[in-house]
């Protein structure tokens, strides 16, 4: 069983950077077909693509966030992470990792449970 | 790039059937994939692709397609079916973009 778990960074400041890392047991990021990306909820929204990546390949960004998002992945560690540049208030949502699958759809068959991240200075 | 879009709400007596939909024209291309999100919960994929259905998910939750609209059907709903339910696809750009639908509010009356 694959389990994913999120790092908690809790409060960012306006215009500084969102960090955070998924670290990954039960499966290896490095010896896999599985993509590896996060996606976030904003309170009472509904669920926001980030990005995915394979650790062979460049990482896929939503467009609306593009410019100011990183994926990458530290296959020795196990782990996958996230970086946010220049967040503001539309930034607070909780923060899942997840593992991908493209197929003929492409499906999420592992989450984290999620990081919440506030943004306020 | 495409867009995906459910009804905000749906409601149903307990033991009927039910049917929330996901429409884009990225369904033309991709099936879609169904989550189930219960409140302070992470996402759980119910159905995908033409026809599949993950362990242990039960077999009331089924999925159908049909040109740029997708279902999920829950024969015979239960109380713990209420929910949010997420639909998901690829955008039909050259790379591997997924899309959300906006999400559909389960009621089991």
């Known amino acids: 069983q694959v389990l994913l778990q999120e790092s908690s960074p809790g409060l960012v400041k306006p215009s500084e950077t969102l960090s955070l890392t998924c670290t990954v047991s039960?499966?290896?990021?490095?010896?896999?077909?599985?993509?590896w990306g996060w996606i976030r909820q904003p309170p009472g929204q509904g669920l926001e693509w980030i990005g995915s990546m394979h650790y062979t390949e460049s990482a896929y960004y939503n467009p609306s966030l593009r410019g100011r998002v990183t994926i990458s992945v530290d296959t020795a560690k196990n782990q996958f992470s996230l970086n946010l540049r220049s967040v503001t208030a539309a930034d607070m949502a909780l923060y899942f990792c997840a593992r991908f699958r493209f197929t003929s759809s492409p499906l999420i068959d592992s989450w984290g449970q999620g990081s919440l991240v506030s943004v306020s200075s | 790039s495409s867009e995906l879009t459910q009804d905000p709400a749906v409601s149903v007596a307990l033991g009927q059937t039910v049917r929330i939909t996901c429409q884009g024209d990225s369904l033309r291309s991709y099936y879609a994939s169904w989550y189930q999100q219960r409140p302070g919960q992470a996402p759980v994929l119910v159905f995908y692709g033409e026809n599949s259905r993950p362990s242990g998910i039960p077999d009331r939750f089924s999925g159908s397609s049909s040109g740029n609209t997708a279902s999920l059907t829950i024969t015979g709903a239960q109380a713990e079916d209420e929910a949010d339910y997420y639909c998901?696809?690829?955008?039909?750009?050259?790379?591997?973009?997924?899309?959300f639908g906006g999400g559909t509010k389960l009621t089991v009356l």
């Open positions: 998901n696809s690829r955008d039909t750009g050259g790379d591997l973009s997924v899309l």
């Open positions: 039960g499966a290896s990021i490095g010896r896999s077909s599985f993509y």
